[in-house]
C-alpha cells in the first residue's frame, strides 16, 4: 500500500513536470561543429529522459546476461544444500531411534548434495557401530581427525571403539589426544584416568584426577577416594626405590584424602615407626581404627604399644575396644582372648557376636573352646555342625566379580577392576549374615 501511494505521488509529480515545462516559453540552440539543433526546452528535457532511460536499460540488460549464470548456479547449490541438511536431519533422527540402515541412506544421499560433509561422516560412522560395521565406522571417524573441528568428534568416536575392543594402548593415545585437541574436553577425564590406572602409569593419573575433580567430572567424594588410591600407589612405589621420605608424603596425603582405608594408615605407620616416630605412628593406626574397626589395623597398632605376649596382647586389644563393642569388634577380641587362652573372657566376646549373627568364625572358636576344654566333646562337635550353616565373615570381596582377597589392594587381581576391593560380607552368602541364632542352641553360654 505504501509503495503503490509513493509510486502514485511519483507518476503525479513527473505529469506536472511535463505540462509545467510544456508551458514555458523558451528555446535551445545546440551547436556542435557543422551542425546545430534548435529545439524547445520540453523537447530538450524528453531528450535526455529518453537517453537515460535508454542507458539504464541496457545496463540492465548486462546485469542480467552477466550474472544470471551465476545466480542460477547459486540457487541450485542452496537448493542442493537444502536438501543435504535436510538427509543430515532425517540421519540424526533415524539414529536417536536406533533405524540404522535408515540413518546410513539418508547419510548417502547427503553426501550426494553437500560432498564428504563431517556431519555426514559422524551419522555413517554412527550408524556403522550400531550395525557392527567396525571397519567403515573407524574409516568414518579417522576421516573427522583431519579437520580441526571435527577432531574431538572422531577421537571421542574411535576411542570408545578401542575400549569397546579392549584396546587399552590405543584408547589411551586417542584419550591423551581428544586432551591435546580440546583441554576443555572434561568428558574425556575419568576415562583418561582409568586407562593411566591400567597402564599403571600412577603420577599421570594422580594428575588427571585433580584436574577432573576441579572441573566436576566426578563427584568430590568419589575423586578424593581415588586419589588416595593412586596416591597409596606412588607411595607402595617410593617405598620399594627406598624413598622413603617421598613415600611418607604421598600416603599422609592419601589417608588425609579418605582415612576409611587401613592398609593406607597401615603402610604409613610402618615408614613412621621406622623412622623413630613411634607416637605418631601409633596416633596414626588409633585414628584409622577409629573409621575403619578392620581387624589389620588394630593387629599394627598392637604390634606398636604391646610385646608379644598373648595375655599382654589382649589387655591392650581391650583397652583400645571395649568402649565401642559390636559383633564386629567382640569377634576380633575374642580371637586375641583364645590366643592367650582365657576361655571365659572369649566366650563372653563370642556370645556378644552370635546374639547379632550366625558366624562361622564365632562356630569355630567356641569349637576350639570346647575341644580345649574338653577333646572330643558332643559340644565341640555341635559347634563345627554350625559351622557349616554359619553365615561366612567379613572378607576383602570384589564388587564386581565377587572374588576373596587374602588381602587388600586398589587393584582386583581377579578381574583387574580399580577401587573396587571392600571389606564386607560375601555377597552369596549376605542373606544370612543378620540371622540370629536362636539362644537355646547355645547352652555352652552358660558354662555348663
Same mark, same amino acid.
Given at each position: 500500500?505504501?509503495?503503490?501511494?509513493?509510486?502514485?505521488?511519483?507518476?503525479?509529480?513527473?505529469?506536472? *513536470?511535463?505540462?509545467? +515545462?510544456?508551458?514555458?516559453?523558451?528555446?535551445? =540552440?545546440?551547436?556542435?561543429?557543422?551542425?546545430?539543433?534548435?529545439?524547445?526546452?520540453?523537447?530538450?528535457?524528453?531528450?535526455?529522459?529518453? !537517453?537515460?532511460?535508454?542507458?539504464?536499460?541496457?545496463?540492465?540488460?548486462?546485469?542480467?546476461?552477466?550474472?544470471?549464470?551465476?545466480?542460477?548456479?547459486?540457487?541450485?547449490?542452496? %537448493?542442493? #544444500?537444502?536438501?543435504?541438511?535436510? /538427509?543430515?536431519?532425517?540421519?540424526?533422527?533415524?539414529?536417536?531411534?536406533?533405524?540404522?540402515?535408515?540413518?546410513?541412506?539418508?547419510?548417502?544421499?547427503?553426501?550426494?548434495?553437500?560432498?564428504?560433509?563431517?556431519?555426514?561422516?559422524?551419522?555413517?560412522?554412527?550408524?556403522?557401530?550400531?550395525?557392527?560395521?567396525?571397519?567403515?565406522?573407524?574409516?568414518?571417524?579417522?576421516?573427522?581427525?583431519?579437520?580441526?573441528?571435527?577432531?574431538?568428534?572422531?577421537?571421542?568416536?574411535?576411542? =570408545?571403539?578401542?575400549?569397546?575392543?579392549?584396546?587399552?594402548?590405543?584408547?589411551?593415545?586417542?584419550?591423551?589426544?581428544?586432551? &591435546?585437541? $580440546?583441554?576443555?574436553?572434561?568428558?574425556?577425564?575419568?576415562?583418561?584416568?582409568?586407562?593411566?590406572?591400567?597402564?599403571? %602409569?600412577?603420577?599421570?593419573?594422580?594428575? =588427571?584426577? @585433580?584436574?577432573?575433580?576441579?572441573?566436576?567430572?566426578?563427584?568430590?567424594?568419589?575423586?578424593?577416594? +581415588?586419589?588416595?588410591?593412586? +596416591?597409596?600407589?606412588?607411595?607402595?612405589?617410593?617405598?620399594?626405590? &627406598?624413598?622413603?621420605?617421598?613415600?611418607?608424603?604421598?600416603?599422609?596425603?592419601?589417608? $588425609?584424602?579418605?582415612?576409611?582405608?587401613?592398609?593406607?594408615?597401615?603402610?604409613? @605407620?610402618?615408614?613412621?615407626?621406622?623412622?623413630?616416630?613411634?607416637?605418631?605412628?601409633?596416633?596414626?593406626? #588409633?585414628?584409622?581404627?577409629?573409621?575403619?574397626?578392620?581387624?589389620?589395623? !588394630?593387629?599394627?597398632? !598392637?604390634?606398636?604399644?604391646? %610385646?608379644?605376649?598373648?595375655?599382654?596382647?589382649?589387655?591392650?586389644?581391650?583397652?583400645?575396644?571395649?568402649?565401642?563393642?559390636?559383633?564386629?569388634?567382640?569377634?576380633? *577380641?575374642?580371637?586375641?582372648?583364645?590366643?592367650?587362652?582365657?576361655?571365659?573372657?572369649?566366650?563372653?566376646?563370642?556370645?556378644?557376636?552370635?546374639?547379632?549373627?550366625?558366624?562361622?568364625?564365632?562356630?569355630?572358636?567356641?569349637?576350639?573352646?570346647? $575341644?580345649? #576344654?574338653?577333646?572330643?566333646?558332643?559340644?565341640?562337635?555341635?559347634?563345627? /555342625?554350625?559351622?557349616?550353616?554359619?553365615?561366612?565373615?567379613?572378607?576383602?570381596?570384589?564388587? %564386581?566379580?565377587?572374588?576373596?582377597?587374602?588381602?587388600?589392594?586398589?587393584?582386583?587381581?581377579?578381574?583387574? /577392576?580399580?577401587?573396587?576391593?571392600?571389606?564386607?560380607?560375601?555377597?552369596?552368602?549376605?542373606?544370612?549374615? =543378620?540371622?540370629? +541364632?536362636?539362644?537355646?542352641?547355645?547352652?555352652?553360654?552358660?558354662?555348663?
Amino acid at each position: 500500500m505504501i509503495r503503490t501511494t509513493i509510486l502514485f505521488v511519483q507518476i503525479l509529480i513527473l505529469i506536472a *513536470l511535463s505540462v509545467w +515545462l510544456a508551458k514555458e516559453p523558451g528555446s535551445v =540552440t545546440v551547436v556542435w561543429r557543422d551542425w546545430q539543433v534548435d529545439t524547445s526546452v520540453g523537447i530538450l528535457v524528453m531528450a535526455v529522459g529518453l !537517453i537515460a532511460v535508454a542507458i539504464t536499460l541496457s545496463f540492465r540488460l548486462w546485469q542480467f546476461l552477466t550474472q544470471t549464470p551465476g545466480r542460477l548456479l547459486t540457487n541450485r547449490r542452496a %537448493n542442493r #544444500e537444502r536438501r543435504g541438511y535436510r /538427509e543430515l536431519a532425517d540421519g540424526m533422527l533415524a539414529l536417536a531411534s536406533g533405524d540404522a540402515a535408515r540413518a546410513m541412506k539418508h547419510a548417502r544421499k547427503a553426501d550426494t548434495f553437500l560432498g564428504h560433509s563431517a556431519a555426514g561422516h559422524l551419522i555413517v560412522a554412527e550408524a556403522a557401530v550400531l550395525q557392527g560395521k567396525s571397519d567403515l565406522a573407524k574409516e568414518r571417524f579417522k576421516s573427522l581427525l583431519e579437520d580441526q573441528h571435527t577432531a574431538v568428534a572422531g577421537a571421542r568416536g574411535l576411542l =570408545t571403539h578401542a575400549v569397546g575392543t579392549d584396546d587399552d594402548t590405543e584408547a589411551l593415545m586417542l584419550a591423551e589426544k581428544v586432551r &591435546s585437541v $580440546d583441554p576443555n574436553a572434561a568428558w574425556v577425564l575419568p576415562k583418561l584416568f582409568d586407562l593411566q590406572v591400567r597402564a599403571r %602409569n600412577w603420577s599421570a593419573a594422580d594428575a =588427571t584426577m @585433580s584436574e577432573a575433580i576441579k572441573r566436576l567430572a566426578v563427584s568430590a567424594e568419589k575423586g578424593r577416594r +581415588l586419589r588416595a588410591l593412586v +596416591l597409596y600407589e606412588r607411595g607402595l612405589a617410593s617405598s620399594e626405590m &627406598s624413598d622413603d621420605e617421598a613415600a611418607v608424603g604421598f600416603f599422609r596425603e592419601a589417608l $588425609d584424602l579418605d582415612a576409611s582405608l587401613p592398609r593406607i594408615a597401615i603402610e604409613y @605407620s610402618k615408614l613412621l615407626l621406622k623412622s623413630g616416630k613411634k607416637r605418631r605412628s601409633q596416633r596414626v593406626l #588409633e585414628q584409622s581404627w577409629m573409621t575403619s574397626k578392620h581387624p589389620d589395623t !588394630i593387629k599394627q597398632l !598392637i604390634a606398636v604399644t604391646a %610385646n608379644d605376649e598373648p595375655v599382654d596382647r589382649y589387655r591392650a586389644a581391650q583397652k583400645i575396644m571395649s568402649q565401642n563393642l559390636d559383633a564386629d569388634t567382640a569377634l576380633i *577380641l575374642a580371637r586375641y582372648a583364645l590366643d592367650a587362652k582365657l576361655w571365659g573372657e572369649a566366650r563372653k566376646h563370642i556370645e556378644l557376636t552370635l546374639r547379632e549373627r550366625s558366624s562361622v568364625a564365632a562356630c569355630e572358636m567356641m569349637a576350639a573352646i570346647e $575341644d580345649e #576344654e574338653q577333646s572330643g566333646s558332643d559340644a565341640a562337635r555341635g559347634w563345627q /555342625e554350625k559351622m557349616l550353616t554359619a553365615a561366612a565373615d567379613k572378607a576383602w570381596v570384589c564388587s %564386581n566379580c565377587h572374588a576373596n582377597s587374602d588381602s587388600w589392594s586398589p587393584t582386583c587381581q581377579s578381574c583387574g /577392576e580399580f577401587d573396587q576391593i571392600e571389606w564386607q560380607f560375601p555377597a552369596a552368602l549376605t542373606e544370612s549374615k =543378620t540371622r540370629l +541364632l536362636p539362644m537355646q542352641t547355645v547352652p555352652l553360654l552358660s558354662n555348663s
